[in-house]
């Protein structure tokens, strides 16, 4: 089989050097592993992203040495995929409307016994379907989460075997309890990242993901919903994150750690791949 790797980053503002770390370390373990490395540009959030700052990566990218095969998949052509992905959750059951407020979700979490800070467990009652059709009649906003009791249900033993492999530190246990009930959609956004990465990476046959640890502790919500929809789960490599002089992380407002900016003031790749 193939091994193929991707950088699939967001165009809400200009890349910074962290991401180019990140964007470094998968071409670079395509290179030592005879892989295939394809970008990906996840722009569902169609308010944030903007075109300009897609171009925008496609030249941070070129600068740093990088290519990658055309065409390249813009996720915002694609909503009806991920619309499909809702349907199969639904389908299975392990999906639930929650029409609470953010307030009244937090008010939850504070009754709940266990005490994990904001993690939603689901709702004590469940809404009946004739409350669910009338609040769905009335146009009431709400949004779809995956329920872990449901999904352990339907899963069985399946459900406490999920494992992944994370390259250099061996298999890892994929318990998606500490996140709770995570939002896959909205009423009127009807995906999430968490659909859409998983959905392409199936159907990339991306067969290893190469991204921040800060992805980590949602890397068993994407084993959980590859398990659910039967696609195979990839190999992970979660790198450590590249920091600024202070210790702390790159960020979007960082005007000056963008690679626009490094490149304007006349750096080359090579002193921006030296930062690594
Ligand atoms: N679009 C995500 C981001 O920019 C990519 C995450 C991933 O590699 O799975 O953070």
């Known amino acids: 089989m193939t091994r193929r790797t991707r950088f699939a980053p967001s165009p809400s503002g200009h890349l910074h ?3 180019a770390f990140s964007a470094w370390s998968a071409w670079q ?20 992203c903007k075109r300009a700052f897609e171009q ?4 941070d990218l070129i600068w740093l040495g990088l290519d990658w095969p055309l065409p390249v998949r813009r996720q915002s052509e694609h909503f ?22 953010r307030k009244e979700i937090l008010e939850d979490i504070a009754r709940a016994p266990h005490g994990l800070g904001e993690v939603y467990r689901g709702p004590s009652e469940p809404l009946s379907a004739d409350e669910e059709a009338e609040r769905v009649t009335r146009g009431d906003g709400f949004a779809w989460r995956l329920s872990l009791e449901r999904c352990r249900e339907h899963l069985g033993a399946r459900y406490e075997a999920m494992r992944f492999e994370e390259l250099g530190r061996g298999e890892q246990r994929a318990d998606p309890a500490p996140l709770g009930d995570i939002i896959l ?3 009127d956004v009807g995906t999430s990242y968490h659909i859409a990465v998983v959905h392409d990476d199936a159907l990339q046959e991306i067969s290893h ?6 992805l980590f502790e949602l890397t068993p919500l994407h084993v959980l919903l590859q398990t659910l929809l039967g696609l195979p789960v990839p190999v992970y490599q979660h790198h450590r994150l590249l920091l600024d002089e202070t210790g702390k992380r ?3 407002r960082d005007k000056a750690a963008t690679l626009k900016a490094l490149r304007e003031q006349g750096l080359m790749a090579e002193d921006v791949r030296q930062r690594f």
């Open 185 to 187: 959609a909205r009423k």
């Open 209 to 214: 993901i190469v991204r921040g640890e800060d």
């Open 29 to 48: 373990w395509a290179q030592e592993n005879e892989a295939e490395f394809i970008l990906r540009i996840e722009d569902i959030d169609t308010t944030r």
């Open 17 to 19: 050097l962290g991401h």
């Open 56 to 59: 925008s990566i496609f030249d």
């Open 250 to 252: 790159f960020a979007k």
């Open 80 to 101: 009806d995929d991920y619309a499909g992905v809702l349907d199969k959750l639904r389908g299975l059951g392990v999906v639930y409307r929650c029409f609470k407020t």
